[in-house]
């Protein structure tokens, strides 16, 4: 009796691993990149074919083969092929003139397809055997057709690449209000997340123009100093916000975190404390404080109606009214006054044009002698003509 066991294979990928490294400079990048060798010979300033990603590329050390073990660094994935040629350098200098023509050569095809695309840079790998295209656009371009005309004339493999504005100022460089070169281009290797509210925790003022870059976004180094600001500026009102402060009331109108004050002003006196003090001293207050006026001395208004049906005028004392409020009162006819409530509700609406009897216009030529017109409703059961 035999068992059959089934045994399951894994493929285990093995990191290279490399006994020395050489920081590799490329004339199209900022800043230099490691790579693994075996040799130790290898020495500043010189040239050497490595392998990268868009595929066999040629570049300068910027520094000396460094022991990996000894100095604790960063491991390398890419290896250094070899040390270049003179067939090597010939080589990159012919692609210059290549890429700037394949340049041309694809400007006018989206010229001709009218695509939104902002080409960028044209770049041959060390061999020819691929090109990279870089532009720069808004939205998402279909260039399927492009790269069926661009395959037909360059002959060789053929890959677009799509970049942002902050991709484009590390590739392109620059020299920004500090006077030294972009952070991007200078150091950085990838983009941290920036935001508006960055600069408010450090009390700047909120000028777009000032706080961005040669790119157009928001400047990196807001992200350098942000977390210091938040443990600075913590359990501290805001600014512009209204606080108690031995009694009176402030606005806090700046502060200055480096020199560790803060003003508070109001309508008579102006004051400089510390922070700390600020933050211990002082009592925030929610919203505005306004003193109420006093309602003394306002007499009520006395206002004199005129009834459609009665001769005599009746004064009514009322509250003081806004003059932007109309007061209209409503009331029934004189002949529904006196009947139940359950009888009024299914009345019919009250024509209110004067009716053509002499007692109407009786009425009519008292009211127009007097020259003021009244529209009154009341409830009340109205006054007899006699009385």
Known sequence: MTLNKETEQTEVVETPVFTYTVPVRFETAGRPYSFGTEDSTIAKGEYVV???QQGIELGICEGGALEIARYGLR??????LR???EYDKKMYEANKKENDKAFEICQHEIKELGLSMNL???????????ILFIYLSETRVDFRELLKHLGAKLHCRI??????ERDKARMVGGIGMCGMECCCRRFKSRFDVISINMAKTQLLALNIDKLSGMCGKLLC??????EDYKEMTQDL????SQVEYEGEIYRITNMNVMSNEAKLENRENALFITLDELRTKAIPRKGVVMQKKKEDGIKPVRKTVIHANHTAPVEKEEKPVSNKT???TFSRRKDESHKPHHEQRNTKPVNRRPQHNERARHDSAKTETRNITVRTFSRKKKETDAQ
Do not use: H
């Open 221 to 226: 180094c807001l992200s350098y100093e942000n």
């Open 75 to 80: 491991m390398p994935t890419k290896p250094i």
């Open 120 to 130: 960028l840079s044209a770049q041959y790998t060390l061999d020819r055997a691929k």
């Open 83 to 85: 040390v270049a040629t």
């Open 50 to 52: 490595v392998e990268t």
């Open 326 to 328: 109309e007061v209209r």
């Open 159 to 164: 890959e677009l690449r799509q970049i942002g």
């Open 237 to 240: 009102p805001k600014m512009g």
